[in-house]
């Protein structure tokens, strides 16, 4: 007999990635069961067409509820620390839509929480598990591409709601956090190092920032010379760049 579908919970259930890719995933999966669904604001939750056995308007019930045993959070990044602490309070396992958080030290206080916990803590961050970029990085790492020397990735991508969370920087938004991690997580990982020096560019129409860069100089293994990436990240077409001095 094959294992018992995990059950599955999901909060914030109308967000767009619950709704395009995380949902219909949950209801394809042989593995998993859509328990419950949860949202503050929608009058059906965003449950509909997926056939969730329960939708709630409160976070918390979905929590107490005992058959979901995992939750997805796809909420606003400024509202990933306290949910996430409080799945794992509830004992849910957790996969948290990415960036993890907004800085080091949420991130941090969440993998805390869901390992005293006793719970896995996932971040929805699906690119290194997609056969071209496992490819990719076999390919880098088999030397058959010479030694790294220079390197560029871009996002790009279209946000026309105004009112869209992702423009508010209080909430963890903007380009950078929310959609950088396309560009600079895969040029680490071919890397294989931490940047010794970052600086970065912003290009922006105001009132709202459009255009995000920022390049990593990166230590050579064997040689003092320097090895450069750089990572453009773009939410929309930009029309003025500004230059903004980073920390070394």
Not at 169 to 188: N, Q, T
Request: aromatic fraction near 4%; include cysteine; charged fraction near 20%.
């Amino acid at each position: 007999m094959g294992a018992t579908p995990i059950g599955w919970g999901v909060i914030g259930a109308t967000s767009q990635v619950a709704q395009k890719a995380v949902l219909p995933a949950i209801v394809a999966s042989p593995g998993a069961r859509l328990v419950a669904v949860a949202s503050a604001r929608a009058a059906d939750v965003g449950g509909a067409g997926f056939g969730a056995a329960r939708a709630y308007r409160d976070y918390g019930a979905l929590l107490d509820d005992p058959e979901v045993q995992a939750v997805y959070v796809p909420l606003p990044n400024s509202l990933h620390r306290e949910w996430v602490e409080r799945a794992a309070a509830a004992g849910k396992h957790v996969l948290c839509e990415k960036p993890l958080a907004p800085t080091p030290a949420d991130a941090e206080a969440m993998a805390a929480a869901c390992a005293a916990a006793g719970v896995t803590l996932l971040e929805a961050y699906m690119t290194p598990f997609h056969p071209r970029a496992m490819a990719i990085e076999t390919l880098v790492a088999s030397g058959r591409l010479g030694a790294l020397r220079f390197a560029r990735a871009a996002f790009t991508g279209v946000l026309d709601r105004r009112d869209d969370h992702r423009w508010r920087p209080e909430m963890g938004g903007g380009a950078l956090l929310d959609v950088g991690i396309y560009c600079v997580a895969p040029l680490l990982a071919a890397a294989g190092r931490t940047p010794a020096r970052v600086e970065a560019v912003s290009r922006s129409s105001e009132p709202r920032p459009r255009c995000s860069s920022i390049a990593r100089t990166l230590p050579g293994p064997r040689t003092r010379r320097s090895r450069s990436a750089t990572v453009t990240v773009v939410s929309r077409r930009s029309s003025r760049a500004r230059r903004i001095p980073t920390g070394r």
